[in-house]
């Protein structure tokens, strides 16, 4: 019994040392913004629901500014690239079914501050990526872009 033991403890020793050895962690590494462009989507993006990340104003809500504030932190983490879930303005919690693709949503700021952050993030070699959902416009503006089709003249 005690030599059973023994063997499986040796092979349990010999297994994780040599599966530790197999392990690599790649670290990730600052590089200027043509490289990055090239590597993308391989590199290590960090996603961001902006509304639950950080607060700024005591509102509540996450906003850009949060972003922006937390940047040092998230180029310390290794990050090269936040992915933000949608921002422009939207009736639901979770901002997808947009009203207006070249705003901001007021709770999240505004297009100054995104502006500022897309600024802020280059300045530390982190791209800025958003979720542009077009397949989920608002109902809300179903009633403008109708009329808008509808007055254009095909003939
Ligand atoms: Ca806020």
Excluded at 11 to 25: E, M
Excluded at 44 to 60: A, K, L, M, P, R
Excluded at 88 to 109: A, C, E, F, L, W
Excluded at 146 to 151: F, V
Aim: glycine content about 6%; some cysteine; charged content about 20%.
């Amino acid at each position: 019994m005690q030599k059973k033991i023994f063997l499986l403890i040796f092979l349990a020793i010999l297994f994780f040392n040599g599966y530790s050895q197999k392990i690599k962690i790649i670290k990730p590494q600052k590089i200027n913004s043509t490289i990055m462009v090239n590597h993308y989507p391989n590199c290590v993006f960090y996603e961001i629901f902006v509304q639950s990340f950080y607060d700024t104003n005591n509102d509540g809500v996450g906003d850009i500014n949060g972003i922006v504030k937390k940047l040092d932190y998230l180029s310390n983490f290794g990050i090269q690239a936040i992915w933000l879930m949608p921002v422009s303005p939207s009736p639901s919690y979770h901002k997808y079914d947009i009203t207006d693709y070249r705003g901001v949503h007021n709770d999240y700021g505004s297009i100054d501050d995104f502006k500022i952050l897309v600024k802020e993030a280059h300045k530390r070699e982190i791209k800025i990526i958003i979720d542009l959902v077009v397949n989920h416009t608002s109902g809300q503006v179903q009633k403008l872009w109708s009329d808008k089709i509808s007055s254009i003249n095909f003939s």
